[in-house]
Protein backbone atom coordinates (compact mmCIF):
# COMPACT_ATOMS: atom_id res chain seq x y z
CA UNK A 1 0.00 0.00 0.00
CA UNK A 2 1.19 3.67 -1.08
CA UNK A 3 2.26 5.38 1.99
CA UNK A 4 0.43 8.88 3.17
CA UNK A 5 1.56 11.63 4.55
CA UNK A 6 -0.57 14.22 6.66
CA UNK A 7 0.04 17.41 8.72
CA UNK A 8 -0.10 15.84 12.48
CA UNK A 9 -2.13 18.50 13.70
CA UNK A 10 -5.04 20.87 12.65
CA UNK A 11 -7.63 23.93 13.90
CA UNK A 12 -10.69 25.11 12.45
CA UNK A 13 -13.33 27.49 14.03
CA UNK A 14 -17.03 25.57 14.05
CA UNK A 15 -19.19 25.99 11.33
CA UNK A 16 -16.44 27.17 8.85
CA UNK A 17 -15.00 23.99 6.46
CA UNK A 18 -12.20 22.09 7.46
CA UNK A 19 -9.75 21.13 4.46
CA UNK A 20 -7.65 18.03 5.46
CA UNK A 21 -4.48 17.44 2.86
CA UNK A 22 -3.53 14.31 2.37
CA UNK A 23 -0.18 13.44 0.26
CA UNK A 24 0.33 10.03 -1.23
CA UNK A 25 2.56 10.93 -4.30
CA UNK A 26 3.22 6.87 -4.78
CA UNK A 27 -0.04 6.26 -5.62
CA UNK A 28 -0.70 3.59 -7.96
CA UNK A 29 -3.43 3.12 -10.63
CA UNK A 30 -5.36 0.74 -8.85
CA UNK A 31 -5.20 2.18 -5.50
CA UNK A 32 -8.24 4.10 -3.61
CA UNK A 33 -7.72 6.53 -1.48
CA UNK A 34 -9.94 6.00 2.01
CA UNK A 35 -10.42 8.26 4.68
CA UNK A 36 -11.33 7.53 8.38
CA UNK A 37 -11.45 9.26 11.86
CA UNK A 38 -11.20 8.17 15.28
CA UNK A 39 -12.91 10.10 18.10
CA UNK A 40 -10.95 9.66 20.83
CA UNK A 41 -10.72 6.54 22.76
CA UNK A 42 -13.44 5.12 20.35
CA UNK A 43 -13.23 3.07 17.49
CA UNK A 44 -12.14 4.32 13.99
CA UNK A 45 -15.16 5.42 11.99
CA UNK A 46 -15.16 5.42 8.29
CA UNK A 47 -15.78 8.68 6.51
CA UNK A 48 -15.58 8.21 2.59
CA UNK A 49 -13.02 6.79 -0.13
CA UNK A 50 -12.54 7.66 -3.91
CA UNK A 51 -10.64 6.87 -7.20
CA UNK A 52 -9.86 9.54 -8.59
CA UNK A 53 -13.47 10.92 -9.34
CA UNK A 54 -14.64 13.93 -6.60
CA UNK A 55 -16.53 11.87 -4.04
CA UNK A 56 -19.42 13.40 -1.68
CA UNK A 57 -21.21 11.40 1.15
CA UNK A 58 -23.81 13.24 4.04
CA UNK A 59 -20.24 13.48 6.04
CA UNK A 60 -17.67 15.02 3.69
CA UNK A 61 -16.66 15.54 -0.01
CA UNK A 62 -12.83 14.17 -1.02
CA UNK A 63 -11.47 16.11 -3.69
CA UNK A 64 -8.64 14.01 -5.72
CA UNK A 65 -5.86 15.79 -7.71
CA UNK A 66 -6.41 14.77 -11.48
CA UNK A 67 -2.39 13.33 -11.09
CA UNK A 68 -4.12 11.48 -7.92
CA UNK A 69 -1.19 12.37 -5.87
CA UNK A 70 -2.76 14.14 -3.23
CA UNK A 71 -6.35 14.36 -2.17
CA UNK A 72 -8.36 16.96 0.91
CA UNK A 73 -11.06 15.77 2.39
CA UNK A 74 -13.73 18.55 3.52
CA UNK A 75 -15.94 18.67 6.08
CA UNK A 76 -18.20 21.46 5.05
CA UNK A 77 -19.50 22.97 8.21
CA UNK A 78 -17.53 21.40 11.16
CA UNK A 79 -19.02 21.11 14.48
CA UNK A 80 -17.11 20.23 17.92
CA UNK A 81 -18.23 16.54 17.59
CA UNK A 82 -15.58 16.91 14.20
CA UNK A 83 -12.72 16.87 16.88
CA UNK A 84 -10.63 13.65 16.09
CA UNK A 85 -7.53 12.19 14.39
CA UNK A 86 -8.49 11.57 10.83
CA UNK A 87 -6.40 9.25 8.86
CA UNK A 88 -6.08 8.76 5.10
CA UNK A 89 -5.32 5.80 4.21
CA UNK A 90 -4.11 4.52 0.66
CA UNK A 91 -4.73 0.66 -0.61
CA UNK A 92 -6.26 -1.41 -3.47
CA UNK A 93 -10.17 -1.91 -3.26
CA UNK A 94 -10.83 -5.62 -3.51
CA UNK A 95 -12.29 -8.74 -2.04
CA UNK A 96 -8.80 -10.56 -1.30
CA UNK A 97 -8.14 -8.89 2.58
CA UNK A 98 -9.51 -5.75 4.56
CA UNK A 99 -6.01 -4.91 5.61
CA UNK A 100 -5.58 -0.85 6.60
CA UNK A 101 -2.61 0.38 6.88
CA UNK A 102 -2.91 3.44 9.31
CA UNK A 103 -0.62 6.32 9.09
CA UNK A 104 0.07 8.98 12.62
CA UNK A 105 -3.14 11.10 10.79
CA UNK A 106 -4.50 14.59 11.24
CA UNK A 107 -5.41 15.92 14.88
CA UNK A 108 -8.00 18.07 13.70
CA UNK A 109 -9.38 20.38 16.61
CA UNK A 110 -13.07 22.44 16.01
CA UNK A 111 -12.77 25.36 18.20
CA UNK A 112 -16.12 26.78 19.51
CA UNK B 1 -28.44 -2.94 12.64
CA UNK B 2 -26.65 -3.64 15.44
CA UNK B 3 -22.73 -2.57 15.30
CA UNK B 4 -19.25 -4.01 16.25
CA UNK B 5 -19.51 -5.62 20.07
CA UNK B 6 -16.94 -6.42 21.87
CA UNK B 7 -16.35 -8.00 25.06
CA UNK B 8 -14.99 -7.19 27.62
CA UNK B 9 -14.39 -3.32 27.25
CA UNK B 10 -11.77 -3.11 29.89
CA UNK B 11 -9.40 -5.70 31.15
CA UNK B 12 -6.28 -5.69 33.77
CA UNK B 13 -4.09 -8.58 33.61
CA UNK B 14 -0.44 -9.13 34.88
CA UNK B 15 2.42 -10.10 33.26
CA UNK B 16 2.84 -13.95 32.38
CA UNK B 17 -1.11 -14.33 32.33
CA UNK B 18 -3.38 -14.69 28.88
CA UNK B 19 -6.15 -12.95 27.87
CA UNK B 20 -9.09 -13.63 25.13
CA UNK B 21 -10.76 -10.96 23.59
CA UNK B 22 -14.22 -11.16 21.76
CA UNK B 23 -15.28 -9.80 18.85
CA UNK B 24 -19.10 -10.18 17.28
CA UNK B 25 -19.04 -8.33 14.00
CA UNK B 26 -22.47 -7.14 12.14
CA UNK B 27 -24.53 -9.15 11.09
CA UNK B 28 -23.67 -10.49 7.46
CA UNK B 29 -20.32 -9.57 7.75
CA UNK B 30 -17.92 -12.51 7.45
CA UNK B 31 -14.46 -10.60 7.75
CA UNK B 32 -12.98 -9.76 10.97
CA UNK B 33 -10.42 -7.62 11.63
CA UNK B 34 -7.60 -7.23 14.93
CA UNK B 35 -5.94 -4.13 15.68
CA UNK B 36 -3.61 -2.96 18.16
CA UNK B 37 -3.16 0.24 19.38
CA UNK B 38 -0.63 2.26 21.40
CA UNK B 39 0.33 5.64 22.10
CA UNK B 40 3.96 4.48 20.96
CA UNK B 41 3.03 2.69 17.90
CA UNK B 42 -0.15 3.94 16.83
CA UNK B 43 -2.63 1.76 15.25
CA UNK B 44 -1.39 -1.90 13.66
CA UNK B 45 -2.60 -4.84 12.03
CA UNK B 46 -2.60 -7.91 13.95
CA UNK B 47 -4.70 -10.55 11.67
CA UNK B 48 -8.00 -10.60 9.52
CA UNK B 49 -10.33 -13.71 9.58
CA UNK B 50 -12.84 -14.58 6.84
CA UNK B 51 -14.82 -17.54 6.73
CA UNK B 52 -13.27 -19.05 9.62
CA UNK B 53 -9.55 -18.86 8.02
CA UNK B 54 -6.82 -16.35 8.78
CA UNK B 55 -6.42 -14.47 5.27
CA UNK B 56 -3.82 -11.62 6.46
CA UNK B 57 -1.33 -11.63 9.40
CA UNK B 58 0.21 -8.26 10.37
CA UNK B 59 3.90 -8.33 12.57
CA UNK B 60 2.92 -9.52 15.48
CA UNK B 61 5.11 -12.53 17.45
CA UNK B 62 3.26 -16.03 17.87
CA UNK B 63 1.64 -15.58 21.45
CA UNK B 64 -0.75 -13.01 19.11
CA UNK B 65 -3.35 -15.58 17.84
CA UNK B 66 -6.98 -15.45 17.03
CA UNK B 67 -9.90 -17.87 15.37
CA UNK B 68 -13.15 -17.29 14.09
CA UNK B 69 -15.91 -19.15 14.72
CA UNK B 70 -18.68 -20.73 12.11
CA UNK B 71 -21.18 -17.48 12.96
CA UNK B 72 -18.32 -15.68 11.74
CA UNK B 73 -17.92 -14.29 15.80
CA UNK B 74 -14.01 -13.86 16.25
CA UNK B 75 -11.49 -14.67 19.55
CA UNK B 76 -8.30 -13.33 19.87
CA UNK B 77 -5.78 -14.74 22.49
CA UNK B 78 -2.16 -13.09 23.94
CA UNK B 79 -0.68 -15.82 26.23
CA UNK B 80 2.42 -14.59 28.17
CA UNK B 81 1.22 -11.08 28.84
CA UNK B 82 3.91 -8.37 28.91
CA UNK B 83 3.80 -4.64 29.90
CA UNK B 84 4.20 -4.00 26.41
CA UNK B 85 0.78 -5.75 25.45
CA UNK B 86 -1.31 -2.77 27.42
CA UNK B 87 -3.22 -1.31 24.42
CA UNK B 88 -6.59 -0.63 23.19
CA UNK B 89 -7.40 -3.76 20.97
CA UNK B 90 -9.98 -2.98 18.24
CA UNK B 91 -12.06 -5.46 16.13
CA UNK B 92 -13.24 -4.33 12.23
CA UNK B 93 -15.63 -5.98 10.52
CA UNK B 94 -16.56 -5.94 7.01
CA UNK B 95 -18.83 -7.23 3.89
CA UNK B 96 -17.32 -9.03 1.07
CA UNK B 97 -19.55 -7.61 -1.25
CA UNK B 98 -19.07 -3.87 0.10
CA UNK B 99 -15.98 -1.99 -0.54
CA UNK B 100 -13.77 -2.74 2.24
CA UNK B 101 -15.55 -0.32 4.26
CA UNK B 102 -14.65 -1.40 7.86
CA UNK B 103 -16.64 -1.24 10.81
CA UNK B 104 -15.06 -0.86 14.06
CA UNK B 105 -15.73 -1.99 17.67
CA UNK B 106 -15.29 0.30 20.91
CA UNK B 107 -13.03 -1.58 21.62
CA UNK B 108 -11.32 -3.78 24.48
CA UNK B 109 -8.71 -1.66 26.97
CA UNK B 110 -6.24 -4.54 28.06
CA UNK B 111 -3.29 -3.16 31.04
CA UNK B 112 -1.15 -5.51 31.71
CA UNK B 113 0.48 -4.57 35.16
Known amino acids: DAKTTQPPSMDCAEGRAANLPCNHSTISGNEYVYWYRQIHSQGPQYIIH???NNETNEMASLIITEDRKSSTLILPHATLRDTAVYYCIVRVKDTSGSRLTFGEGTQLTVNP | KAGVTQTPRYLIKTRGQQVTLSCSPI?????VSWYQQTPGQGLQFLFE???????NKGNFPGRFSGRQFSNSRSEMNVSTLELGDSALYLCASSSWTRNNEQFFGPGTRLTVL
Open chain 1, 50 to 52: GLK
Open chain 2, 27 to 31: SGHRS
Open chain 2, 49 to 55: YFSETQR
